[in-house]
Nanobody
Framework: VQLQASGGGLVQPGGSLRLSCAAS????????MAWFRQAPGEPRKWVAT???????SYVDSVKGRFTVSRDDAKKTTVLQMNSLKPEDTAVYYC??????????????WGQGTLVTVSS
């Protein structure tokens, strides 16, 4: 079982980016899916979560700008980021509770994708 994140890049302040994260392998169940980010010199911090029932929650600094969604049929979660600010610059990681046919439920991390907001 793996999580593969994609969609990072360089964007100007005020711009938008869409991050995707897909679960692969022998995933037979998905519970919570989340996004974290780590800015240079700082610890990894929580950004957003979407529950198995589709209920989202966000850190205050991104409320109204970021939207988290999921598609269980495609085993993916998407983080739509609008009105980006330089302080959003970080490596973004997806995180999910996945059920594997052989090992049961575990928490997995994607490899990280870099988002740079700069003019």
């Amino acid at each position: 079982v793996q999580l593969q994140a994609s969609g990072g890049g360089l964007v100007q302040p005020g711009g938008s980016l869409r991050l995707s994260c897909a679960a692969s392998g022998s995933t037979i169940g998905i519970n919570r899916m989340a996004w974290f980010r780590q800015a240079p010199g700082e610890p990894r911090k929580w950004v957003a979560t979407i529950t198995a029932r589709g209920s989202p929650s966000y850190v205050d600094s991104v409320k109204g700008r970021f939207t988290v969604s999921r598609d269980d049929a495609k085993k993916t979660t998407v983080l739509q980021m609008n009105s980006l600010k330089p302080e959003d610059t970080a490596v973004y990681y997806c995180n999910a509770d996945l059920r594997d046919a052989a090992t049961g439920w575990n928490t997995y991390w994607g490899q990280g994708t870099l988002v740079t907001v700069s003019s």
